[in-house]
């Protein structure tokens, strides 16, 4: 169904279409479906709404005269509000939708990876393109692919592939009640360092009742962004403790130490819960050992040496969980981790021997330096100088 250039609102778009004619109309609306374009995929998604390839050709090359396409390279996109406005309209017209989607996900499964980034954009051969040209077809599938993309290691794009999923979502594609798109958001800025914009959306899986790894992962994070909050202690360790029991229901170990390792952090700041953090924090470390994931070892080792150290007739105990946790952050080259780790042991030692204790802080010190890290660099200084004048 063809719409009347008075229904183009952009003045952008009805400049370029008072000359180019109604017939482009649609082959204009159909290039919404792409979050990024090369020339020779926007000419055939035109080509399905009856452009002879010449035809195609010749608009697919006006349209890089106009001020709303950017240019990236080999690929181009159309400014945010143009690709807005083609997607509200391409919602009203389901045929042609199917049809690009349907085009676009035979490209992202079928397409040669080496194309990527010349004659194919690069998301489109990647999770990103099959989950998000998927979804339109069948949602069910659109967010096994999300969900896929999701249990991957973070990486550059997943920023994008969560916007679009939450867009998608938004635009009643996707079921409001599916919890990928607001994880995939969520994990993308908390590991961007976006706090308060993650919470918002992690706290959306939270929210659900699936037993799920992305439920458990994200009553973790949010456990620990609550437990920076001013009495918010039991909220926290509730969050925990459900993070813990989903990890156990599914039997995913490696999350269940972690959250143990959390749990255990968590209410060793409190002195008259020592055991109990001490019980959660070994049970931590044996199932580390188990995974012989040494870096996490090392992590808990030295959380539990920091609580041991608090008791001053189990410093000597305390004092050996630091330095075997010290040892594998050398192993590992963890710099971050080594001077963490001297800090907690020249603190530790100090009484018994200054002159070592000393050493351990201005190891940490020069580590700190090394790594650019001046926040922990006066931290340290502060404690030795401290340390000096008493």
Avoid at 100 to 115: K, M, R, T, Y
Avoid at 232 to 248: D, H
Avoid at 336 to 349: C, D, E, T, W
Wanted: net charge negative.
């Amino acid at each position: 169904m063809a719409m009347n250039l008075s229904d183009i609102q952009p003045r952008e778009l009805r400049s370029f279409l008072s000359a180019a004619g109604e017939k482009f109309i649609n082959p204009l609306i159909v290039l919404g479906v792409a979050e990024s374009l090369t020339d020779e995929v926007a000419i055939q998604l035109v080509t399905l709404v009856g452009l002879s390839e010449k035809e195609a050709e010749g608009f697919v090359e006006a349209l890089h005269f106009c001020d709303f396409v950017v240019e990236r390279n080999s690929e181009w996109h159309f400014s945010s509000t143009i690709f807005k406005y083609l997607n509200d309209e391409l919602g009203k017209l389901k045929e042609l939708a199917r049809k690009g989607h349907s085009l676009l996900f035979d490209i992202s499964v079928n397409g040669d990876i080496n194309l990527a980034g010349d004659t194919i954009p690069r998301y489109l051969l990647s999770d990103i393109g099959r989950a998000y040209h998927k979804s339109p077809l069948s949602p069910e599938q659109g967010l096994e692919f999300y969900a896929n993309a999701a249990s991957k290691s973070f990486s550059g794009s997943q920023w994008l592939i969560g916007r679009l999923a939450v867009d998608q979502q938004e635009r009643g594609i996707l079921p409001t009640e599916a919890i990928e798109p607001s994880f995939l958001r969520g994990m993308t800025l908390y590991r961007e360092g976006q706090r308060r914009e993650s919470e918002y959306f992690l706290q959306k899986v939270v929210d659900s009742t699936e037993i799920r790894e992305e439920v458990a992962i994200s009553c973790h994070i949010v456990g620990r962004l609550t437990a920076r909050k001013p009495g918010k202690f039991n909220e926290a360790e509730e969050l925990l403790r459900r993070s813990l029991s989903i990890g156990e229901e599914i039997n995913h170990i490696h999350h269940q130490a972690q959250a143990l390792h959390t749990l255990g952090q968590l209410i060793g700041k409190n002195r008259n819960r020592a055991d109990e953090a001490e019980e959660l924090l070994r049970r931590s470390l044996k199932l580390l050992e188990d995974l012989n994931d040494k870096n996490g070892q090392a992590q808990t080792q030295h959380t539990l040496g920091q609580l041991i150290g608090k008791s001053r007739n189990r410093a000597d105990e305390a004092e050996e969980l630091l330095r075997r946790s010290l040892k594998i952050g050398e192993k590992l080259r963890n710099k971050n981790h080594q001077a963490q780790v001297l800090f907690s042991l020249g603190k530790l030692v100090w009484e018994k021997d200054a002159e070592e204790g000393k050493n351990f802080l201005l190891r940490s010190i020069t580590i700190n330096k090394s790594i650019g890290n001046q926040w922990a660099v006066r931290m340290v200084e502060r404690e030795l100088n401290k340390r000096i004048t008493e």
